[in-house]
Every structure is written in structure tokens, then in C-alpha cells.
């Protein structure tokens, strides 16, 4: 399917640059940003998706893993604070 878009000339511009030093066309920009407008979960859902069996198995929520994740983070802090004193 080809859909015409017109794209105002500094937003172009921008375009363009991006695509430069990214080193991808112009048209993958785009296409890049209308899909995560579309679907902006899409990146974290990816991202979690080797995760999402592992909480299957374990019976949890998206949730509790979140709360999981928290409370790990928070002992790695504390460990490599009180290891630094």
C-alpha cells in the first residue's frame, strides 16, 4: 500500500538529518515514527517478551514483577553502597 504523505520542509530537514546520522533512509524514519505512534508500547512489549513466560510460570502479575524488580534493584544498591564504605 503506498500512502502520499507532504512533509513540511524544516520537518523534512529533520528527517533527513536523522536519517543521515543513523545511518537508515529517510522512508525507515518515518516509517519508524508512524509505528510508534501507532503502537507505543510496541519497544516494551518486545522487551518483555522473554520475561513474560518466566512470570507465567510463576503465577505472578506484571505487577508484582514490577514490584520484584524494584525491591532487587534497591538490595543491588544498598549492597554496592555499604561495599563502597
Do not use: W
Amino acid at each position: 500500500m503506498t500512502i502520499h504523505v507532504e512533509i513540511p520542509d524544516p520537518l523534512a530537514a529533520k528527517v533527513t538529518e536523522a536519517a543521515r546520522t543513523q545511518g537508515t533512509s529517510p522512508a525507515e524514519i518515518v516509517l519508524e515514527a508512524v509505528t510508534r505512534t501507532l503502537d507505543p508500547l510496541a519497544d516494551l512489549r518486545e522487551l518483555m517478551a522473554p520475561v513474560y513466560p518466566r512470570m507465567e510460570k510463576l503465577g505472578i502479575t506484571e505487577d508484582e514483577a514490577v514490584e520484584d524488580f524494584e525491591r532487587i534493584k534497591h538490595e543491588l544498591r544498598y549492597e554496592r553502597k555499604t561495599a563502597r564504605s
